[in-house]
């Protein structure tokens, strides 16, 4: 009896000890890139915004998106053409840099005031302005990994342009759902 005892003791110590080990996914095996392309704006704003990332360890990357826009969209007051935004992010998962993330970035951004037409002593004006400014600000979001290395990512954020001038945007807007591929 205590032989059976020891032996399905010996057995029950050797299965508790076999599930400790982590599981490792193959899309974290030695793949550190990411390009993304952010599929709401293309379908909402016609913009193209691609971005690179490099994944730095386990909780933290940086990267680096641009953005062109095609369309002069008059229905925006403030319009955006191009933007250049390098990023940090701070991921708070257990898993390799996936899960709920924060990002602090800077955006180098061009944008046009699209101004109503009027009349001034009988002489039509047309007030368009493109402003070049610089924003700083903070996002929030989530990044999926399917187990092939394609990622999804839905972000948030908002940023205060520094040195304004006068009729000027004081905040600018960052978000998007974005499709990609780690390798």
């Known amino acids: 009896m205590k032989r059976i005892a020891l032996i ?11 599930q400790e080990k982590e599981e490792k996914f193959p899309q974290d095996i030695n793949k550190k890139h990411e390009v993304k392309l952010n599929v709401f704006g293309v379908l909402v704003f016609e913009w193209i915004d691609v971005s690179y990332e490099y994944l730095i360890n386990e909780e ?17 007051d403030e319009y955006r053409k191009f933007s250049l935004t390098p990023y940090y992010r701070r991921y708070f998962s257990s898993k390799f840099a996936r899960g709920f993330f924060v990002e602090g970035f800077g955006m180098l951004h061009s944008y046009e005031n699209n101004n109503y037409d009027y009349y001034i002593n009988g002489n039509y004006q047309h007030n368009d302005k493109t402003n070049t400014e610089f924003a700083v600000g903070i996002s929030v979001g989530g990044k999926f990994i399917s187990k092939k290395g394609f990622t999804t990512e839905i972000y948030l954020g908002i940023g205060r342009n520094l040195g304004r001038d006068n009729g000027s945007l004081e905040v600018v807007g960052r978000g998007g759902v974005s499709l990609g591929y780690r390798f």
């Open 8 to 18: 399905v003791l010996l057995f029950s110590n050797l299965i508790i000890f076999s």
């Open 60 to 76: 933290s990357s940086f990267g680096v998106g641009v953005l062109v826009g095609f369309d002069n969209n008059e229905d925006i």
